[in-house]
């Protein structure tokens, strides 16, 4: 379980790092392999959510392990921590993505007026 609790934690740390990349991006109005990286790390996350119905994957595999219905802590994050990873990150991406579609829209209607 110590395993899958690092492997876990890890996957968190990278989409964390994924999203603040493109909220810097998106504020900065960067562009280039970083922010496709970041973005495809970001939607490969989105893709595991929705295979599994809104749940990570790994928390329902952590729940088979221990043989439990509820809730499992399945990371080595503290409990209201992992709680509220969805709560805390969610609005940071939805303004990351706004401000990088924003952003590609200007240079787009610029691209059209030159």
Request: charged share 20%.
């Amino acid at each position: 379980m110590l395993l899958l609790k690092t492997l876990h934690t890890l996957i968190i740390v990278v989409n964390a790092s994924a999203i603040f990349t493109i909220l810097y991006c998106g504020l900065k109005d960067r562009r280039g392999p970083v922010l496709s990286a970041a973005l495809v790390v970001f939607a490969a996350e989105l893709v595991a959510l929705a295979s599994a119905r809104g749940n990570c994957p790994l928390q329902l595999y952590a729940r088979q392990l221990e043989g439990v219905e509820g809730p499992v802590s399945d990371t080595l994050l503290p409990d209201w921590a992992a709680n509220n990873i969805v709560t805390f990150f969610t609005p940071i991406a939805l303004v990351g993505l706004a401000l990088v579609l924003r952003n590609e829209r200007r240079r787009a209607g610029k691209a059209r007026k030159d």
